[in-house]
Structure formats: structure tokens, C-alpha cells
Nanobody, 123 residues
Framework: VQLQASGGGLVQAGGSLRLSCAAS????????MGWFRQAPGKEREFVAA????????DYADSVKNRFTISRDNAKNTVYLQMNSLKPEDTAVYYC?????????????????WGQGTLVTVSS
């Protein structure tokens, strides 16, 4: 499956952005999806994930109650709605796909990755 992330940009603290990740090539609904991010000088970290039906989600503690992951299997797209953004959310955000019903928080369990989209939050 090929993944294309978009929607990043520059936003002031407290603002919102919605990231999208469009998938092609295989049956999108057969994949659990995740969002990860990597800030400058830091390792890649888990942000959010969603099961193949969308019925189950998980979030990193740092983004709970601010970010929402969702998916539209008819459009082969997963979204990350980011509200109340903070400067520490600045990072390159990556979407990832894992074949199977359920997600994990471990990046090495995802076989397919998008190219990343940069989110910059100014203070």
C-alpha cells in the first residue's frame, strides 16, 4: 500500500490543523493505521492509531483530548485532527499502515509509511 500524507503547515499555538493520509494500492480497510511524529533531534514517537474498522483508537498521553484520529474507508483516507496545538507538537508527522485488524504503538510493527508532513507550531 502506498501512503501520501498532507495537511501540515505553520500554525500559531492554540490553533488547529487536520492531517490527511491517502492510501492506494491495496485494500485500505484491511489495514490498521497509525500516526507517528519525529521532532528535530528526537526519535520517532507514537501519536495515535485506529483499527481497520475505526471502532478502536489509541492516543499518546501528550495528545489525548487534543487530537482525534479517524478514517473513511470509502475514501481510503485516515485523518488526524489536531486542536489546541502547542510548540512541542512541532514535528514531521508520518502516517503508517499495518496489515490486520488492530494497531500497535510500536513503529516497527508498521510495514508501510508515508513521506511525512511538517507541522510547525509557533509560540
Amino acid at each position: 500500500v502506498q501512503l501520501q500524507a498532507s495537511g501540515g503547515g505553520l500554525v500559531q499555538a492554540g490553533g488547529s490543523l487536520r492531517l490527511s493520509c491517502a492510501a492506494s494500492g491495496r485494500t485500505f480497510s484491511s489495514y490498521a493505521m497509525g500516526w507517528f511524529r519525529q521532532a528535530p533531534g528526537k526519535e520517532r514517537e507514537f501519536v495515535a492509531a485506529i483499527s481497520w474498522t475505526g471502532g478502536s483508537t489509541d492516543y499518546a498521553d501528550s495528545v489525548k483530548n487534543r487530537f482525534t484520529i479517524s478514517r473513511d474507508n470509502a475514501k481510503n483516507t485516515v485523518y488526524l485532527q489536531m486542536n489546541s496545538l502547542k510548540p512541542e507538537d512541532t514535528a514531521v508527522y508520518y502516517c503508517a499502515a499495518r496489515y490486520g485488524t488492530m494497531y500497535t504503538v510500536a513503529s516497527n510493527s508498521y510495514a508501510y509509511w508515508g513521506q511525512g508532513t511538517l507541522v510547525t507550531v509557533s509560540s
